[in-house]
């Protein structure tokens, strides 16, 4: 009898062929979707970290990135406000008359550092104003002694010499009108002056190296 002829009279075993054939089929595109599926999560989960180095998030960016100041409404003898802040510190910007910059060229205060040997500005501050502009000061408006924020006392910061200055409420500390901490008093250091750049004669750049 032939084949054909076996499966005239076996209806049955010809169906079960059929039927094994397709599971077979079956199994094989199952296992080649699973590999492949796994394989697909194995390059996200490696791709994910990767673009994420390569990626900062907005708040990493912002955290470093330049602010620009426009001071141009201020005032000889005013600091600007609303305070701006930069990296998240007070920025101090103030204004200061002849009178004052006078008074900063004579050093008479008693100052613990009137030289501003301490690195606690850009090698361009470094002077008696501590500043690129003699009339403008820029400072983070931080206390170094335990972070508390000074305030602007515009006369008599300094009662003897009749100075301004800022003054802090925490502990006392008080510094002249280019920052710098007078000598006896907490704070170990003078004010920090940022780093900075003039794009014009009323903008500053905050977080920009240069002098311009």
Same mark, same amino acid.
């Given at each position: =009898?032939?084949?054909?002829d076996?499966?005239?009279?076996?209806?049955?075993?010809?169906?079960?062929?059929?039927?094994q054939?397709?599971s077979?089929?079956?199994?094989?595109?199952?296992?080649?979707?699973?590999?492949?599926?796994?394989?697909?999560?194995?390059?996200?989960?490696?791709?994910?970290?990767?673009?994420?180095?390569?990626?900062?998030?907005?708040?990493?960016?912002?955290?470093?990135?330049?602010? %620009?100041?426009?001071f141009?409404?201020?005032?000889p003898?005013? =600091?600007?406000?609303?305070?701006?802040?930069?990296?998240?510190?007070?920025?101090f910007?103030?204004y200061?008359?002849?009178?004052?910059?006078?008074?900063?060229?004579?050093?008479?205060n008693?100052?613990?550092?009137?030289?501003?040997?301490?690195?606690?500005?850009?090698?361009?501050?470094?002077?008696?104003?501590?500043?690129?502009?003699?009339?403008?000061?820029?400072?983070?408006?931080?206390?170094?002694?335990?972070?508390?924020?000074? %305030?602007?006392?515009p006369?008599?910061?300094?009662?003897e010499?009749?100075?301004?200055?800022?003054?802090?409420?925490?502990?006392?500390?008080?510094?002249d009108?280019?920052?710098?901490?007078?000598?006896?008093?907490?704070?170990?250091?003078?004010? *920090?002056?940022?780093?900075?750049?003039?794009?014009?004669?009323?903008?500053v750049?905050?977080g *920009? *190296?240069?002098?311009?």
């Amino acid at each position: =009898m032939s084949s054909d002829d076996a499966s005239l009279e076996n209806p049955a075993a010809e169906a079960g062929s059929y039927d094994q054939n397709n599971s077979n089929k079956s199994r094989r595109y199952f296992l080649i979707g699973a590999t492949a599926a796994v394989a697909g999560v194995g390059v996200v989960g490696a791709a994910v970290p990767f673009l994420s180095y390569w990626s900062p998030s907005a708040k990493a960016r912002a955290a470093g990135a330049p602010v %620009k100041i426009d001071f141009s409404k201020l005032l000889p003898g005013e =600091m600007l406000s609303p305070i701006p802040a930069w990296r998240g510190k007070p920025i101090f910007v103030v204004y200061r008359d002849e009178a004052t910059i006078a008074e900063l060229n004579e050093q008479p205060n008693d100052l613990a550092d009137p030289d501003s040997v301490s690195p606690m500005q850009p090698d361009y501050a470094q002077n008696p104003t501590r500043s690129t502009r003699p009339e403008i000061g820029i400072y983070v408006g931080i206390c170094t002694h335990l972070g508390c924020s000074p %305030k602007l006392v515009p006369e008599s910061n300094f009662v003897e010499a009749d100075q301004g200055g800022f003054f802090c409420p925490c502990h006392g500390s008080k510094f002249d009108m280019a920052g710098r901490v007078g000598a006896g008093y907490p704070a170990p250091d003078n004010l *920090e002056v940022p780093p900075h750049s003039f794009e014009s004669d009323t903008v500053v750049v905050i977080g *920009e *190296e240069g002098a311009a």
